[in-house]
């Protein structure tokens, strides 16, 4: 289970998005533990139905300082991701103070998203970066309203170093389940470094968290090679709430208030693969995703 500190209210007055927040796994864990905190926790699932499911566990399994607000979306569309940051902003009118970017998912073959963008990449990279684009006034309102920065964690996995940095994110060609997840953490991560950058100073701190190895419904949803590898691991695989123990430091440790840029593991923070690093590969990643961002912005516009 959790080696996190007892709850203790840290997070009174502050209200968080996570989304992914199905039972059983990481999302579903963070929710539970920055609730004991005292958070409002915009608690987001896939369907309007899962959310509230989700929440009324959450009552139950939470100690009853937080609250929890069910918001859902398919986030596999850059529409469905902006669609969730307005149901944030509608929950949340005054801002929000933390967003942690933990769906994600594996696909046993090759399929597009209504964008035309690969699913991995769609869901573990694009929707992040759209929910959070149109997410930024309503971090920087909460930040001035605590008058401290708000804090953007996205989930990341170890095994990001093995990605390759591809220009063309319908991945044409022959099609690896494990390859298409290890380029997607890898661009979601050169995103982070990216953004981290751009935001340094403005209010805002955006980090990356490797939960581990942990026990989820995450390969039996994939299947294929995650199914087989997750059914195979999971005697020796963490609890979810392990999982989380890193987006929780970031967002209740006083001494990680300011930091920004960071790769975290549950315990420590710690350098990231060497590709990762790389500033032309984060720049690379930013501009092709402002790049996809801004087309859908211009196809919805031309079709209005
Ligand atoms: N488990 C591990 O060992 C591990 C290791 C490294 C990184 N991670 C990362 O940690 C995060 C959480 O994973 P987990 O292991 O806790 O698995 P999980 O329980 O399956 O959580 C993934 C969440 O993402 C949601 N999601 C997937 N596709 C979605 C979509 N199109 N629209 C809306 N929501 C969608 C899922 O909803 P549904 O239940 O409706 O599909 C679920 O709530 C992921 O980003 C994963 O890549 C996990």
């Known amino acids: 289970m959790s080696t996190l500190p007892s709850p203790s209210g840290r997070l009174r007055g502050q209200t968080i998005l996570v989304t992914g ?4 796994g990481i999302g579903y864990e963070t929710a539970r533990l920055l609730g004991d905190e005292g958070a409002t926790v915009l608690t987001h699932a896939r369907t309007p139905d899962a959310a509230r499911s989700n929440v009324e566990s959450l009552v139950v399994d939470g100690n009853g300082a937080g609250r929890f607000v069910p918001v859902a979306a398919d986030l596999s569309s ?8 307005e149901a944030a902003r509608a929950a949340a009118p005054g801002g929000i103070h ?6 994600g998912a594996g696909f046993k073959d090759r399929r597009l998203s209504p964008d035309g963008i690969e699913m991995t990449m769609a869901i573990n990279h694009v929707a992040v970066a759209a929910l959070t684009d149109a997410l930024l006034d309503s971090l920087h309102a909460g930040a001035d ?45 050169l995103w982070v470094y990216a953004m981290a950058r751009r935001l340094d100073g ?50 209740t440790d006083p001494g990680l208030a300011t930091v920004t840029g960071g790769y975290h593991t549950p315990s420590k923070q710690k350098n990231s693969s060497k590709k990762s690093r790389t500033e032309h ?24």
């Open 21 to 24: 927040t199905t039972k059983g």
């Open 78 to 85: 850059i529409a469905g991701a902006r669609a969730l940051a």
């Open 98 to 103: 933390g967003l942690v970017n933990n769906a």
């Open 145 to 189: 309203s605590l008058g401290r920065p708000s804090r953007i964690v996205s989930m990341t996995a170890l095994i990001e170093g093995r990605g390759k940095v591809e220009t063309d994110w319908s991945f044409p060609g022959k099609y690896s389940q494990t390859q298409a997840y290890f380029n997607a953490k890898l661009a979601n991560l």
């Open 202 to 251: 403005h209010g805002i701190t955006v980090n990356a968290v490797s939960p581990g190895s942990v026990n989820s419904g995450f390969g039996a949803k994939a299947g294929g090679t995650f199914g087989l590898v997750m059914k195979l691991g999971s005697p020796l695989y963490g609890h979810a709430s392990k999982g989380s123990a890193g987006v929780i430091r970031i967002m």
């Open 281 to 304: 590969l984060q720049e690379q990643v930013y501009l092709q995703t402002e790049r996809t961002l801004r087309a859908h912005r211009d196809n919805r516009q031309e079709r209005r």
